[in-house]
């Protein structure tokens, strides 16, 4: 059955950028089928028999793609505050993933998909990097699946470090290939290799990660350069930098996403523009964490994909992507002095387009045309004090952005919020659990 909208802006994103103020859009079985002006979209509705809904004028834009977060973070919200990379992983997060149990993946999953939902989010590259219990993958998608998100999920794994958090190269791979025949198919989920961090993986580690990559077709997501500390192990442990350490473990190609690459220059932009590898820009983490700032326009000048995350709450304290397309433009503009360094366009195209790119999704998502996933949210800023008034849409979304303005979210041509309500889930059972489970997680630490 085929759906639409009319009496709505289009900011499409496409090759073009173009905009139809006032415009609609029809889409059938989850596919845009028509998109253009409003009375091209209701003689091709009365064709159809397609009932077209109004859309009062609100802005619709292709779906934010979150291409980096920790989902079950959420429950960290606040834990390891103001500590480095280096103090804040081993003091905060370790001990709390050598503890974590399903209950508490579950709570911090379902919180953080919420919070997603609201920003406008449709679709989320989740990196679950610590495996402490068994099925953690399955539970995870199974609740993308319940709610209706669209998801990349990035099954971690480590050879070195805590006991409770290292597993077996075999046991990691027979997972993944389990996950990808129970969820992929439909083009709603997929599942990808996620070893830790370069010191947190052997070279062994990081060929085996290579070869069933290459054997099974499945892309790679690692944390890459958050800081110097790539560079100060793997000259301690292989006497050769990071990046030649990586690239010739086979580790880098045009399936890797790597993630953060602030603590690089042109050696490695070198190497990763070499290789095809694309980029997940993190500024919230990067500045809670006092990691540096990415070098994005360098990045983008070798021709290098570059999109954007929010990281997990651990070290940002949310899963907001408005927030984090405002203060990633802010951050290049005052590091560089340049006001131009990352404009309200480039951001948007950043957390779309580009971000399908990053995942390999460009072809089914990423911008409002004919033939991709009627994957959308509508933006009303007369919602929020925030957003209102507008006089340049893109920059009202990008620098006045607010979870309050973003009315309804479709994914996969399927309404899963619709006037501020959401409709796959409880929200108010989920924010009450939350709470319990965080607290519940604290106690384990203290216990285990």
Not at 101 to 128: F, I, S, W
Not at 233 to 247: F, G, L, P, T
Not at 271 to 281: D, K, L, P, T
Request: charged share 25%; net charge negative.
């Amino acid at each position: 059955m085929s759906e639409g909208l009319i009496h709505v802006t289009i900011v499409t994103v496409d090759g073009e950028d173009r905009v139809y103020e006032k415009g609609g859009i029809i889409w059938e079985d989850g596919v845009i089928t028509h998109v253009g002006d409003e009375e091209t979209i209701k003689k091709a509705a009365e064709e159809k028999g397609t009932d077209l809904k109004d859309g009062n004028g609100m802005y619709l834009f292709p779906g934010l793609v979150n291409t980096h977060t920790h989902l079950y973070q959420d429950l960290m919200k606040g834990m390891g505050s103001d500590l480095s990379l280096e103090d804040w992983f081993p003091k905060s997060m370790a001990p709390a993933g050598a503890v974590l149990k399903a209950r508490h993946v579950e709570a911090g999953v379902k919180l953080g998909l919420v919070e997603a939902v609201r920003c406008g989010v449709t679709t989320v590259a989740d990196y679950m990097q610590l495996q402490p219990v068994k099925g953690l993958g399955k539970l995870e998608l199974s609740i993308a699946r319940e709610m209706g998100m669209r998801m990349v999920y990035g099954r971690g794994y480590r050879d070195i470090g805590k006991k409770e958090l290292i597993e077996r190269a075999e046991d990691v791979f027979d997972d993944v290939t389990a996950l990808k025949e129970e969820f992929e198919g439909d083009g709603m989920y997929r599942v990808w290799l996620a070893p830790a961090a370069g010191w947190g993986a052997s070279l062994e580690l990081l060929k085996a990660t290579r070869e069933y990559a290459n054997r099974t077709q499945t892309p790679i997501m690692m944390h890459m350069f958050e800081t110097g500390t790539d560079d100060k192990i793997s000259w301690e442990r292989n006497k050769k930098s990071a990046i030649d350490h990586y690239e010739e473990s086979g580790l880098l190609g045009p399936d890797l996403l790597a993630v953060h690459s602030v603590a690089i220059g042109e050696k490695e932009i070198s190497a990763y523009a070499r290789n095809g590898v694309s980029v997940s820009y993190n500024p919230i983490a990067n500045m809670y964490l006092a990691s540096g700032v990415a070098p994005v326009g360098a990045l983008k000048k070798a021709g290098i994909t570059v999109a954007i995350g929010t990281d997990g709450a651990g070290s940002n304290n949310d899963n907001d992507m408005l927030e984090a397309m405002k203060f990633g433009a802010l951050l290049q503009k005052t590091f560089h002095k340049d006001p131009q360094a990352m404009t309200a366009g480039q951001t948007l195209r950043m957390a779309t387009i580009d971000g399908a790119k990053a995942l390999g999704m460009e072809k089914q998502i990423g911008s409002i045309e004919v033939g991709k996933k009627a994957d959308f949210f509508l933006f009303d800023p007369s919602k929020s004090p925030k957003s209102c008034p507008v006089h340049d849409i893109v920059a009202t979304l990008i620098y006045s952005g607010d979870h309050k303005a973003v009315d309804t979210v479709v994914v996969n041509g399927v309404r899963i919020m619709e006037g501020g309500c959401l409709l796959t889930a409880n929200e108010e059972e989920i924010l009450q659990n939350a709470q319990k489970m965080a607290d519940d997680l604290v106690t384990c630490i203290r216990e285990g």
